[in-house]
């Protein structure tokens, strides 16, 4: 099946630091979707892009949604203590049914 | 209020011993879909359905089987559980016709020895 593969799988930040991450994949998506999970948690969207190019804004959160359709990158400005958590991206083609997502990135902000 | 509902919440259970996971959403939303989170492995799609009497595999689907008789409620089901179904799981379900903007239910932690 297709592949995200989604980098770092961890990182370790101080608070008011930016945090960088980002998906890339073998195929063409043509919806790109970032998720935060907290502990004991479903899934939380975050943000949704839908056309390639596109960058959207959610508070301190920014993605993108890379030109050639492979790939997405999240942005986090400034970051917090309650930013930890786990972060997914998820590439899908709507209407077909199937979802996507990468094995996520753990963030831990140091106070 | 707008919630995925999963019941249990946890489960332990024994190897073949045949098991339901209810899911129930009450946003009236025409997609819904089953995932497992193993540590490392994020989320992988068991099977999904884009609307009632309509289900389809997902890349994990081997020993499970879903139904969708009604739009609000997607059961999974393990026939006979083995250890390496050990996981969480998540349902979630969405607004459109296909699978953007996920609502996710609060996971169900299973556990079969």
């Known amino acids: 099946g297709q592949q995200l593969n989604q980098s770092p799988q961890s990182m370790f930040i101080q608070e008011g630091e930016d945090v960088s991450m980002n998906c890339t994949s073998s195929?063409?998506?043509?919806?790109w979707l970032w998720y935060k999970q907290e502990p004991g948690e479903g899934p939380v969207l975050l943000i949704a892009?839908?056309?390639?190019?596109e960058l959207t804004s959610n508070g301190r959160l920014t993605a993108q949604f890379g030109i050639t359709r492979k790939d997405s990158f999240l942005n986090i400005s400034a970051s917090i203590p309650s930013d930890v958590g786990i972060y997914f991206c998820?590439?899908?083609?709507?209407?077909?049914?199937?979802?996507?997502f990468g094995d996520g990135t753990t963030l831990t902000v140091k106070p | 209020e707008a919630q995925v509902t999963q019941n249990p919440r946890y489960l332990i259970t024994v190897t073949g011993k045949k098991l339901t996971v209810t899911c129930s959403q009450n946003?009236?939303?025409?997609?819904m879909s089953w995932y497992r989170q193993d540590p490392g492995l994020g989320l992988r799609q068991i099977y999904y359905?884009?609307?009632?009497?309509?289900?389809d595999k997902g890349d994990v689907p081997e020993g499970y089987k879903v139904s969708r008789k009604e739009k609000r409620n997607f059961p999974l089901i393990l026939e006979s559980p083995s250890p390496n179904q050990t996981s969480l799981y998540f349902c979630?379900?969405?607004?459109?016709?296909?699978?953007?903007?996920?609502?996710f239910g609060p996971g169900t932690r299973l556990t079969v020895t």
């Open positions: 979630a379900s969405s607004l459109l016709g296909g699978p953007a903007e996920q609502y």
């Open positions: 195929s063409i998506f043509n919806t």
């Open positions: 892009l839908y056309k390639a190019g």
């Open positions: 998820a590439g899908l083609n709507t209407n077909a049914g199937k979802s996507t």
């Open positions: 946003m009236n939303h025409e997609y």
């Open positions: 359905s884009m609307n009632v009497e309509v289900t």
